[in-house]
């Protein structure tokens, strides 16, 4: 791992992502939050003060050691008791069925594999568990969608992996899930090529891909999907 992953990165995740108002949205994400919790890309600690008061522990992954220093002064700060875990999302050292809330945040854009990463958190979760994901991703207007695949090998260098182009609700949706709420939005403070966002809970479906939600176009914090 370079030195710009783990040293220069994590200040850059905590500057962009750490606003006020993406701390909000971390927050309404998280407040059904219950049970035992995994969170998958960690980073440096952003969602520990955006659980409930109720979860007093976590397990989390993340395979970047230079995240888990930058994370040390919330983890100190924090009452959330956290299990952290070196490594990646695609290959998860948990039994099945192990977590009734599994967490992402600004994860699966750069994950290597998040097909695979999606198959182990439809593993680990139990069946009556949900999935909470708040992703950033393809938009659906053609000319934002040009600029975004354009843009994506300059930002997997910029962002440590990052896609700006991953169409977030079929990949989820394809890898066995069920949306049982759903907003698809730009957000304000950010340009529309790295700006707009899916914030979900999911369930297991009983079979990957029959949920079909179609195309639709997003506005701020426009709810798209209510089950």
């Known amino acids: 791992m370079g030195f710009y992953s783990k040293y220069l990165f994590p200040l850059f995740v905590d500057?962009?992502?750490?606003?006020?108002?993406?701390?909000?949205?971390?927050?309404?994400?998280?407040?059904e939050v219950k049970?035992?919790?995994?969170?998958?890309?960690?980073?440096?600690g952003l969602n520990l003060a955006c659980y409930p008061s109720a979860i007093r522990e976590i397990t989390v992954v993340d395979p970047n050691p230079g995240m888990q220093r930058r994370a040390r002064r919330r983890l100190d700060s924090s009452e959330v008791r956290v299990h952290p875990h070196l490594l990646k999302g695609e290959s998860l050292p948990f039994p099945d069925s192990s977590f009734e809330s599994i967490?992402?945040?600004?994860?699966?854009?750069s994950i290597g594999d998040p097909s695979q990463a999606l198959a182990e958190i439809r593993r680990v979760l139990k069946g009556d568990g949900?999935?909470?994901l708040?992703?950033?991703?393809?938009?659906?207007?053609d000319a934002v969608q040009r600029w975004q695949r354009r843009l994506t090998p300059l930002q997997r260098k910029?962002?440590?992996g990052c896609h700006l182009?991953?169409?977030m609700e079929s990949l989820v949706t394809e890898a066995g899930f069920e949306f049982k709420s759903l907003k698809m939005f730009y957000h304000p403070s950010?340009?529309?090529i790295a700006g707009y966002f899916y914030q979900g809970i999911a369930a297991k479906s009983k079979s990957p891909g029959n949920f079909d939600a179609g195309k639709r176009k997003g506005s701020f914090l426009r709810p798209i999907l209510k089950f």
């Open 15 to 31: 500057w962009v992502l750490g606003q006020p108002q993406i701390t909000e949205l971390r927050r309404s994400l998280l407040a």
């Open 103 to 109: 967490v992402t945040t600004f994860t699966l854009c």
């Open 158 to 160: 910029l962002g440590d």
């Open 190 to 192: 950010f340009p529309k």
């Open 130 to 132: 949900r999935f909470f």
């Open 165 to 167: 182009d991953r169409e």
């Open 35 to 44: 049970g035992r919790v995994l969170e998958i890309g960690f980073g440096t």
């Open 134 to 141: 708040l992703e950033h991703g393809l938009s659906p207007e």
